[in-house]
């Protein structure tokens, strides 16, 4: 599995993005696709993350400003990023199991397929 992501940029405060990741290969039934992020000195930390069920996951975080969804039919998730504040600043990996279970969902050392990381930058 090949995961390509896109759409980080630069955006003010309070403004919105949106991420995409495009999956390519065998998915599977219990394919789950999630985002972690890491800002530059801090520890990668998770996002968000949905099974294809579209049960989702978020970080407290970032609960009531970013939704992750998906399309199953183009293997796309999205993440659509509102109220951006400057400490999500920050590169945004696009992640992928075919087994993760859900208790799991938190941790990136679970995730078997990762994409090319893509910077979103918040300005004040």
């Known amino acids: 599995v090949q995961l390509q992501a896109s759409g980080g940029g630069l955006v003010q405060v309070g403004g919105s993005l949106r991420l995409s990741c495009t999956a390519s290969g065998r998915t599977g039934s219990r394919f789950v696709m999630g985002w972690f992020r890491q800002a530059l000195g801090n520890e990668r930390e998770f996002v968000a993350a949905i099974d294809k069920s579209r049960a989702t996951e978020y970080a407290d975080s970032v609960k009531g400003r970013f939704t992750v969804s998906r399309d199953s039919a183009k293997n796309t998730m999205y993440l659509q990023m509102n109220n951006l504040k400057v400490e999500d600043t920050a590169v945004y990996y696009c992640?992928?199991?075919?087994?993760?279970?859900?208790?799991?969902?938190?941790?990136?050392?679970?995730?078997?397929?990762w994409g090319q990381g893509t910077l979103v930058t918040v300005s004040s």
């Open positions: 992640v992928a199991d075919t087994r993760i279970i859900r208790s799991s969902w938190y941790d990136d050392r679970q995730y078997d397929y």
